[in-house]
Each structure stands twice: as C-alpha cells, then as structure tokens.
Nanobody, 112 residues
Framework: VQLQASGGGLVHPGGSLRLSCATSGSMFGINAMGWYRQAPGQQRELVAGITVGGSTNYADSVKGRFAISRDNAAIYLRMNSLKPEDTAVYSC?????????WGQGTQVTVSS
C-alpha cells in the first residue's frame, strides 16, 4: 500500500487549501483513513479521520474549518479560514487490517 499526499503550499491567513491523498495497492481490509499534522517542535496531531462507513472526526482546533472526504481510494482535506497555527507538515494515513500505512508529508504554510 502506498499513499501520496499533495496540495500543500503557502497561503495567506484566511485562505483555503485542498489536500489530496491518493492510494495504490490493495486496500483490502481498510478501516479508516485520515490526516495528521506536525509543526516544528510539536507533537504529531490527528487533524481529521474518516471511517470506511463515512463517520468523521476532527481535532477541536479545526472543527468548522476543515472537512475530510473520501472518494474510492483517495481522501481529501478541504481547509478553509486557515490560520498561522495551522502551519505544519500534513501526512495522510490508512488503517487496514494488515497495519497502518503512511504517505509522505506535504507542507502547509499559513503566513502573510
């Protein structure tokens, strides 16, 4: 299983970005997918997750601003009203019966 994240970049405060995570390989036994982020000097934080049944969960800090969605073997993270504190490397993951798989991160920088 391989995951490929994309869509990061530099955006002004209040702006929007859409991250994508494409997958390849067998996704048999998938339970959930989602996004983590890690800012310099900080612990990794779960941003959003979505189960195979479509249930979603979000970090309190992004509720109402971010939206996770799924389309077959890909997931997306729509990020609105971005704040400087959202600056981090965002990584996608997939939880399967066989284990948890990670994609490489994509940098999101929110700065004026």
């Amino acid at each position: 299983v391989q995951l490929q994240a994309s869509g990061g970049g530099l955006v002004h405060p209040g702006g929007s970005l859409r991250l994508s995570c494409a997958t390849s390989g067998s996704m048999f036994g998938i339970n959930a997918m989602g996004w983590y982020r890690q800012a310099p000097g900080q612990q990794r934080e779960l941003v959003a997750g979505i189960t195979v049944g479509g249930s979603t969960n979000y970090a309190d800090s992004v509720k109402g601003r971010f939206a996770i969605s799924r389309d077959n073997a890909a997931i997306y993270l729509r990020m609105n009203s971005l704040k400087p504190e959202d600056t981090a490397v965002y990584s996608c993951y997939a939880e399967l019966y066989s284990g948890t798989y990670w994609g490489q991160g994509t940098q999101v920088t929110v700065s004026s």
